[in-house]
């Protein structure tokens, strides 16, 4: 596999509102900064056991390499995330409108505006992160071993057992700047440095569930004297996830005027993390624990399923069909499906600033 890119030239018109806080920006574009160049092999062997062959054996290994998504390939773009910039204001002239007199000085940059405003040069958005040059995709590496018997000509039974590990797991560490203010003159031409777990104070976000259930989670926050403009360095981890599964199933075929086939799955699939794995263990949605669940999102848009975690240790699906007097010109089928799975995870979340930090945290 080989995957790169470039990020285009682009021209954001000025806010028609308020010209003076976002003006245009023109982007000359740029290197993503990194190049994917993988070897992904894959094998598979079946074996027939018996002079009638009614018993297959199956094994199977392959190597994956991510697909090169848009967030990483944009990383280095300083129009992504795009810029805003917040204020309060004073109705004084009761129009029902925020003009710009009307506009109340805004205090503390984690309500103001986000990484790539530059509030002593708007028309220039700022770099505030940066990535390795060795950047690598996620790996995932799979066996699959499987058997299938015939019971009978039109009856089989198998197993398929899945063994799959996720590597190169690809994470964002914060990016710090010592002393004073990030978004400062003598800081707007770097990204600052990465941080270290020296950099942060432990505190406790408290709360209760919906449910009822109180909370007391730890968060890692920025010790006095170190801020960030919520930048993060993109880089491989030791971070691995880890998959196994189990898929029971049955097949008969049609004949005899029915048929009937389903299937019953178990599967794991947790996190691995090493010890220090991480500079900020603060969990964050959607959770990067060790020996805790992958959290995988139905979608990555809104809507009424964006917010929706699949994940399930459990599933069954039974299907089956019957013929009603097929010779007959009036002849029908009926048909049936059930379906199940264990409920899927409901991982709640607040939305809190973190002390040194620009922008919110999901936790």
Known sequence: DDQGGTNDPAFKRANPAFPTLLPAVNYKGGDIGFNWRTLAPRLGLTYALGAERKTL???????????????????????????????????ANHNGIADLNELQPCTGHADCFNQSYNPLNPSVPLQSKALDPNLKPQITDEILLSG?????????????????RISDVIQSEDLVFDGGDPFAGSNALTVGRRA??????????????????????????????????SGGFLHNTSLRQNYRGATFNFNKRLSNRWMLRGNFNVQKWTWEVPKNGLVDPTDFLPGVKDGEP?????????????????????????NGLY????????????????SGHQGYPIPYFVRTTRAGFSTPSYI
């Open 196 to 229: 270290t777990p020296a950099d942060y104070v432990q505190k406790f976000l408290t709360g209760t569930l919906p449910n009822g259930q109180k909370y007391n989670v730890p968060i890692l926050e920025l010790k006095p004297g170190v801020n960030s403009r």
């Open 57 to 91: 054996l199956r094994a199977s290994y392959s190597r994956f390499a991510d697909q090169l998504g848009g967030g990483n390939a944009n990383w280095l773009n300083p129009l992504y995330p795009q810029a805003y910039v917040y204020f309060d204001y004073v109705d």
């Open 294 to 318: 992958v959290l995988q999102g139905s979608t990555t848009g809104g809507g009424s399923r964006g917010a929706v975690y699949i994940n399930s240790n459990w599933s069954y699906n039974v």
């Open 323 to 338: 013929q009603i007097a097929p010779d007959r010109p009036w002849g029908f089928n009926v048909a049936a499906n059930l």
């Open 148 to 164: 299938e018997h015939a019971l009978l000509p039109e009856f089989v039974v198998g197993i398929n057992l899945t063994f799959r």
